[in-house]
């Protein structure tokens, strides 16, 4: 079939004769068309209605729609797929600096516009272009989503909404790169699916649509997102070869496969160079003589003796269903299943659910899978399965680590004990930061017109590598306070040397006040702008800085944590030297002002005095003082 058309420019799809008809178009202006079939046809108008839908939302700026995929290995996206990139529109108007700008308007929340008119928001929602409002510094902002519109999660809903055609799934939204990445480390063009493997397509198909059906029910599951990707479907002309009648009539398969390859295939002759391209030139028969069966049948084949043979005395032509894209891994053809989790599910979680599911419906005989089929789910699960085992070895070991290095440090397990006691409360504020950002209360309010929701990207945060790692980012940060305060609380101690209960206490209070601030400073204007960051990255930091600002947020309670055990232990120590009447903390025996002792001891006897009553630490008999017995 033929679809007419301005250009051949204007038409999306890579088509196989590209440099043929491009040529051919350049060639012939007063009849421009480009040879397709229908199925092509179908995809060329579905495109350009999946573009006109999604240009007619307000919020939406620009959607542009790619159909098919680059004649390139770095490129696996499949054949039938569309990639729409889509631009949102500011929320509010913004001037040449990206900053939002005021407009003027009257006491009843009218703008004023250029033409003498007003536009009240609330007599119903209208874009207003900038150069028809009127700048004014003490006006308001001009607001340009829907009342209904909060966030971008609505206006990703409204594109899913408007998106649902017959024959159609909608993915994931995904940055193009990102895009490439999931179908290169997956092999599917979603973050999750499920691969079918079988004997052959037929099979694989059946067990694939029932398997489609089945995921439908799975609660945490979108039902509209579950596709299978049809392996057969695709209309395909063969040509089976009558090799009695190539005989007799002297033809070789070789010479009949050449001929069908340049007249349907065409033939490249040279290149012809147009600027900084290159473009083969390519001959074949006309569009009239093969666009069908009938026309193609009258293909006349040269013999051996001269005589000029229709192709069908040689071979019989009929239409037939064949695979789109046949793909194979670990030896067997493979089939997908695609689909997509509901917001705030946990990859891992959907998977279980789903498999689950599965099992019940197959014991139960509602999901039949032809023999010799098997399947499996994959995906970015896959990857955090691998990364949740390897964390399950990582993070004890990193917090053994720590505890080592502590003890190198201060050579006693009590004093490692004590500064490592941070890492426990912080570890518990990450998780209490983690599960207030999934709460819709939580800083719920506006600050200067800015929703502090939409500020910090708060959301449901499942558990990734990203949140782990920012967990063993904690570990670190939070002994680097503990190791701050307790180090400076033990270089107070050894100036002051304390000898009471409440000097300790005194000297723990000092130390500790002079190192809450700079501790909380570096943690907050660290992590905080990391947190609002929008930018490149921003899906992999916001969730790693996440549990670290969490964690320092309760860094309140653990400055106070590691100077009450500094506190309690020193006390220990005190009370153990009373009791004992040896001085652990420096290896002398405790001062002591008076003593009782018994009238029949000699004046000189070294029990009555102390170690500090000597000068050069000996006794005036020689023996020296540390020998001395209290």
Not at 607 to 629: K, N
Request: some cysteine.
């Amino acid at each position: 079939m033929e679809v007419h058309a301005a250009t051949y420019r204007d038409y999306p799809m890579r088509h196989p004769d590209l440099e043929t008809d491009r040529a051919r178009v350049h060639a012939q202006p007063q009849r421009r068309f480009i040879p397709v079939d229908a199925d092509q046809h179908a995809t060329y108008w579905n495109r350009a209605k999946l573009d006109k839908r999604l240009a007619a939302i307000p919020e939406v700026e620009t959607a542009i729609g790619k159909w098919g995929r680059v004649n390139s290995a770095l490129d696996p996206a499949p054949a039938q797929m569309f990639e729409n990139t889509i631009n949102y529109r500011p929320e509010y108007i913004l001037n040449e600096d990206g900053k939002r700008e005021r407009f003027k308007v009257k006491r009843k929340g009218e703008y004023l516009l250029r033409n003498g008119g007003t536009y009240n928001p609330a007599d119903g929602f209208r874009l207003i272009p900038a150069d028809s409002l009127i700048p004014d510094r003490k006006g308001d902002y001009f607001r340009q989503w829907r009342p209904k519109i909060k966030n971008t999660d609505d206006i990703w809903q409204q594109i899913v909404n408007v998106t649902h055609l017959p024959g159609l799934t909608s993915a994931p939204k995904l940055q193009p790169i990102e895009a490439r990445l999931v179908m290169l480390s997956t092999g599917m063009r979603a973050p999750m699916g499920l691969k079918i493997y079988g004997p052959d397509l037929e099979t694989i198909e059946q067990s694939g649509k029932a398997i489609e059906q089945a995921l439908k029910d799975v609660p945490s599951v979108i039902p509209s997102s579950v596709f299978y990707d049809r392996a057969v479907g695709a209309p395909y002309l063969e040509i089976k070869l009558n090799r009695d009648n190539m005989a007799r009539y002297g033809v070789n398969v070789e010479d009949l496969q050449e001929i069908l390859s340049a007249a349907v295939g065409g033939m490249i002759l040279t290149k012809t160079v147009e600027g900084r391209e290159r473009f083969p030139v390519r001959l074949r028969y006309a569009p009239e003589l093969r666009d069908n069966p009938e026309a193609l049948s009258m293909l006349l084949v040269p013999t051996a003796t001269g005589a000029q043979i229709p192709l069908k005395e040689l071979a019989d032509i009929e239409y037939a269903r064949s695979a789109q894209m046949i793909q194979s891994e670990n030896t067997f053809l493979v089939g997908y299943v695609i689909f997509d989790k509901k917001q705030g599910k946990a990859e891992v979680d959907v998977v279980k659910e789903a498999t689950k599911v599965n099992e019940g419906k197959i014991q139960n005989g509602e999901l039949k899978l032809t023999k010799g089929v098997s399947y499996k789910f994959a995906g970015n699960y896959e990857q955090q399965e691998r990364a949740t085992a390897r964390l399950m070895i990582v993070v004890p070991l990193t917090r053994l680590i720590v505890l080592l290095v502590l003890y190198f440090q201060f050579k006693t397990l009590t004093a490692s004990l004590i500064h490592f006691s941070g890492v426990f409360v912080a570890f518990a504020g990450g998780f209490i930061l983690l599960w207030l950002y999934g709460q819709d209360w939580f800083m719920n309010f506006s600050l200067a017109g800015v929703k502090m929701r939409d500020l910090f990207q708060m959301h449901t945060i499942n558990l990734s590598v990203a949140v782990w790692g920012g967990f063993i980012a904690l570990f670190g940060v939070a002994t680097d306070d503990g190791v701050l305060m307790g180090t400076y609380i033990h270089h107070v101690f050894l100036e002051k040397d304390p000898q009471t209960r409440h000097a300790i206490r005194e000297a723990v209070v000092t130390a500790g006040l002079k190192r809450v601030r700079p501790a909380a400073t570096t943690t907050a204007t660290t992590l905080l702008p990391v947190l609002t960051s929008t930018g490149k990255g921003a899906d992999i930091m916001v969730p790693m800085a996440i549990p670290t600002f969490g964690g320092m947020l309760i860094q309140s309670m653990t400055m106070f944590v590691v100077p009450v055990f500094q506190c309690w232990w020193r006390e220990g120590l005190l009370k153990k030297e009373e009791t004992t009447g040896q001085c652990l903390a420096q290896n002398r025996p405790v001062r002591q002002t008076a003593r009782l002792v018994p009238v029949d001891l000699p004046v000189d006897d070294p029990r009555i005095f102390g170690r500090d009553d000597f000068p050069h630490g000996h006794h005036p008999t020689g023996t020296p003082v540390t020998e001395l017995q209290p």
